[in-house]
Structures are given as C-alpha cells and as structure tokens.
Nanobody, 126 residues
Framework: QVQLVESGGGLVQAGGSLRLSCAASGRTYSKHAMGWFRQAPGKEREFVAAITWSLGTTYYADSVKGRFTISRDNAKNTVYLQMNSLKPEDTAVYYC???????????????????WGQGTQVTVSS
C-alpha cells in the first residue's frame, strides 16, 4: 500500500500562483510514476500532469502547459505541482495519484492509477 497526502490548496486570485505538495509513504518503491488530476463540480476527473519517479520525465495536459510544473524530490518521497498564471477555470479539487505501470500510455488515464490522495481544493477567483 502507498499512502498519499496532498497539501497546499487554497484561494487565489486569477493570475496568482500556488504550489501543491503530495507526500508518499508506505510501499513507495512500488510506484513508477506520480500524477496530478483535478475534478471540478459536475465534471469528470481530468489529467493535469505526471512525472516518472526514476528519470523525472514529465507529461502535461495541453490546458496547463507553460503554466504548471510538476517535479519530485526522491529523498522526501514528495511530488509537487507549481501552478502559475492561474485562471478561474483551474478551480477544482486536485488529487495526486501513484501508478505502478511503466508505460506513458497509461499516465493520462485516472483508471490506471493504483493509489489516490484525499484531494485538496484550489479556488481561483476572477
């Protein structure tokens, strides 16, 4: 089992920044990649970004490219999501997740992730 705990959400004005953190514990050696997803009210959970644990290869949704940066700290077993130039449409509950799958084909699909955090609310006011 892998436990994931997110932090760093909050309320910010449009154009502002937030940094989300996700600390992993437990059988952390089993995870191959970490991802961030978000879910707005009435919408499906959508992919935001992912990073492989060993090489740090990153993947982004088109909607956040150039504004969000995913990174990881192997020593702390923590993954981060730096969010800049935030827009009201970024408002959602943000979840981090871990997958044991090694193919990038799976990284954008929430149904292929094995472990999930509890989520943290991000609200961007206009």
């Amino acid at each position: 089992q892998v436990q994931l705990v997110e932090s760093g959400g909050g309320l910010v004005q449009a154009g502002g920044s937030l940094r989300l953190s996700c600390a992993a514990s437990g059988r952390t050696y089993s995870k191959h990649a970490m991802g961030w997803f978000r879910q707005a009210p009435g919408k499906e959970r959508e992919f935001v970004a992912a990073i492989t644990w060993s090489l740090g290869t990153t993947y982004y949704a088109d909607s956040v490219k150039g504004r969000f940066t995913i990174s990881r700290d192997n020593a702390k077993n923590t993954v981060y999501l730096q969010m800049n130039s935030l827009k009201p449409e970024d408002t959602a509950v943000y979840y981090c997740a871990a997958t044991t799958r090694s193919s990038p084909y799976y990284y954008t699909r929430p149904d292929t992730y094995d472990y999930w955090g509890q989520g943290t609310q991000v609200t961007v006011s206009s």
